[in-house]
């Protein structure tokens, strides 16, 4: 499939956010496109990212159209993130090209939804992001555990244990048999009985992974659960975290 017009032109204005002095930019390309419930966060999860990509020299490429993603363009990127994506956004051969790009060695990167309330049918995708979003209560306060304080997007946190207020996903498993996980949440800190919208689920898991990795043929993957306030992408330790994240995913932790 020929790359569109517009898409190029989109490629071409991205480069604007790389630095000229610095070294090689991380292309990366943010996908925020919803097929289901959308977060009002999403504009200043953008603007946060955009300023990230100023800061960490990446050139940054938004959109909503997935209908141009492809093995040629996503050629040209380092990572892929979905940014609160939800419900179906894929096509069949976009869904291949994906595939092939993360096992060649490109990086996926999920935020809040996108990741684990993406692409229910998705075998493949599936069992890479390693958890299906299951429900949570309403936004609250809770202590997330700092379980690899290591890694790109968590040694900025100065305690093994960080108080946190969000959305606190829970997942139809813990992932941490086939994960490494960065961040958990101690359950006790806040109130998994408050379901007032995903009857019948048990919020509960025990053991909750909140953000992990995983290495995927020669690609790697990243999912956190965490990101769904708007303020939150004005958070200087959140923004740190999701940087990590793409830092890694790109190769350049």
Same mark, same amino acid.
């Given at each position: 499939m020929?790359?569109?017009?517009?898409?190029? $032109?989109?490629?071409? !204005?991205?480069?604007? %956010?790389?630095?000229?002095?610095?070294?090689?930019?991380?292309n990366v390309l943010a996908i925020s496109k919803?097929?289901?419930?959308?977060?009002? $966060?999403?504009?200043? !999860?953008?603007?946060? %990212?955009s300023e990230m990509a100023r800061e960490s020299n990446w050139s940054i490429t938004f959109t909503e159209?997935?209908?141009?993603?492809?093995?040629?363009?996503?050629a040209r990127m380092d990572v892929l993130v979905l940014i609160m994506t939800t419900g179906d956004i894929f096509s069949l051969p976009q869904q291949q090209s994906i595939e092939r790009f993360v096992t060649a060695g490109g990086g996926l990167v999920g935020i809040h939804s996108g990741g684990t309330d993406t692409e229910y049918e998705w075998e493949w995708f599936r069992e890479v992001i390693g958890a299906r979003f299951t429900g949570h209560p309403p936004v609250c306060k809770g202590t997330l555990i700092v379980?690899?304080?290591?890694?790109?997007?968590?040694?900025?946190?100065?305690?093994?244990?960080?108080?946190?207020?969000d959305e606190f996903y829970s997942f139809d498993r813990s992932p941490r048999e086939d994960v490494h996980v960065l961040l958990s949440i101690d359950e006790s800190t806040y109130d998994t009985s408050n379901?007032?919208?995903?009857?019948g689920v048990d919020l509960k898991m025990g053991d909750h992974p909140m953000a992990?990795?995983?290495?995927?043929?020669?690609?790697?993957v990243f999912q956190t659960a965490l990101g769904h306030t708007i303020e939150i992408y004005d958070d200087p330790a959140f923004r740190k975290h999701l940087a990590g994240a793409v830092m890694w995913a790109g190769g350049r932790d």
């Open positions: 020929k790359t569109p017009l517009l898409v190029l $032109s989109l490629l071409m !204005a991205s480069v604007c %956010f790389a630095q000229d002095s610095a070294p090689e930019p991380l919803t097929d289901g419930f959308r977060h009002e $966060s999403i504009p200043n !999860a953008i603007k946060a %990212f159209d997935t209908t141009f993603v492809d093995d040629q363009v996503l379980e690899d304080p290591n890694h790109a997007s968590t040694h900025h946190f100065k305690s093994d244990r960080v108080a946190w207020e379901n007032p919208w995903f009857k992990w990795l995983k290495n995927v043929d020669k690609g790697r």
